[in-house]
């Protein structure tokens, strides 16, 4: 990786890093879009994706938003948005179907876990074509 890429890199981890229990719902927007741009770029910063992390975050959760996403295997979300372990609180469900069920998991995400977005997941029919968020990914 050159230096621009590396310092590009950093900087992306400062930015995500700073995020906290009281980032605004628009914090967290653009920090999930910025990521979903870095992997469109081919740049992602593979934030919070080590076994520290993991040990980190082993006694609470404090994802910063919460995601409704579809259970293909070919769009995960955490990745699509480059986001790490304990980053996203997503409820995967093949087309996006918002059962009692998965709206009951998206309503503990919010009033119990804390997470401060939860932003609407469509399907298929807008530019996005994939179901993370009105977020976009690259067709191959």
Request: charged share 20%; net charge neutral.
């Amino acid at each position: 990786m050159g230096n621009m890429e590396s310092g590009r890199s950093r900087a992306s981890l400062e930015k995500i890093n700073s995020l906290t229990d009281r980032s605004t719902p628009e914090q967290v927007l653009r920090s999930l879009l910025d990521g979903n741009q870095r992997f469109l770029d081919g740049a992602s910063a593979h934030p919070h994706q080590d076994f520290a992390r993991v040990q980190q975050i082993s006694a609470k959760q404090t994802p910063k938003a919460a995601i409704l996403g579809c259970a293909d295997s070919r769009v995960p979300i955490e990745i699509m948005l480059d986001q790490g372990f304990g980053d996203v609180f997503v409820c995967r469900v093949a087309g996006n179907i918002a059962t009692p069920e998965e709206i009951a998991s998206l309503e503990y995400a919010v009033l119990d876990v804390g997470v401060s977005l939860s932003p609407p997941c469509p399907v298929n029919g807008t530019p996005i074509h994939a179901p993370p968020c009105r977020l976009k990914y690259k067709r191959r």
